[in-house]
């Protein structure tokens, strides 16, 4: 999400244009918030508050029940579990930079395999 003409930049793109449905939960969107807030990105606060809203104003917010999930970053079972609950209405992936952190599920994408799927849904 910090380079905007890299392949997690395109993938904001496309979520705000609706090319598909993000889902969210609190949870989520706060995970968001505190790493777009790290000194390192040097995003500004209205910067946040634009990729903030831009993804929430195309999300769908969902909310998971816990879930059993062994996972090397605990923060990351929120993700997942929202994925799993997504599943159950439609079809739903999971992107992340870290494919090592989850299961090996071909609904865990990377940025670029997402890509690659709404290209192909053309």
Known sequence: MIKYDSNPGQVI???FKGEFI???????????????????????EELISFIIDGIVDKAVMIEAEEIKVDLPDPKDVIFYA???????????????????????RSFIVTPKQLLEVLSLRR
């Open 82 to 104: 929202v994925t799993m609950e997504a599943k159950k209405l439609t079809d739903t992936y999971l992107v992340t930079g870290n494919l090592k952190h989850f299961p090996s």
């Open 22 to 44: 993000p889902v969210l939960n609190e949870q989520i969107l706060s995970e968001y918030k505190e790493v777009l807030a790290r000194p390192k990105f040097k995003l500004t």
């Open 13 to 15: 793109e496309f979520a």
